[in-house]
């Protein structure tokens, strides 16, 4: 398994279930690497079609192998609605490094309740990313010589 950084870009979601009876829902989105957990901004009133824009960054390490997206409705004096949510695998951005925005279902009781588009890009750790690309000073080189 790869170590490195996983950078995440929200961009938004289409055909989701409206969770609240009289108005628009007010979705937003828990994002799950392992242990690691983020949140985005609340789209108020966005309904089944908000979008946000948003970049995450979340610290890679062994046994990481999937992205857990979750999306929530907001619900002032009431406990926050659970809308469904989106798995997405990442071996093929270990691989690839990089995945242009695309959409992802949205599943709520295994059954399909709409979209996410979210664009992900992954920098493996040790890869040089034009600004420093020194050598990694903590093994090797002279001072471990037996000279």
């Not at 108020?44 to 390490?61: A, C, L, M, R």
Request: proline share 4%; with cysteine.
């Amino acid at each position: 398994m790869p170590q490195g950084t996983l950078e995440v870009l929200l961009v938004s979601a289409k055909g989701l279930e409206n969770t609240d009876f009289l108005c628009n829902m007010d979705p937003y989105v828990v994002l799950t690497c392992r242990t690691q957990e983020q949140k985005s901004t609340v789209a108020s009133g966005k309904g089944s079609d908000p979008e946000w824009n948003e970049h995450f960054v979340f610290t890679i390490s062994e046994g990481i192998s999937e992205l857990t997206i979750k999306i929530m409705d907001s619900d002032s004096g009431s406990g926050d609605d659970f809308v469904g949510e989106a798995t997405i695998p990442l071996e093929a951005l270990f691989t690839e490094g990089s995945l242009e925005p695309a959409s992802y279902n949205v599943v709520k009781d295994q059954e399909y309740c709409g979209e996410i588009r979210v664009g992900l890009t992954f920098t493996q750790k040790g890869e040089c990313d034009g600004e420093s690309c020194a050598p990694d000073e903590s093994y090797g080189g002279w001072k471990e010589s037996s000279y």
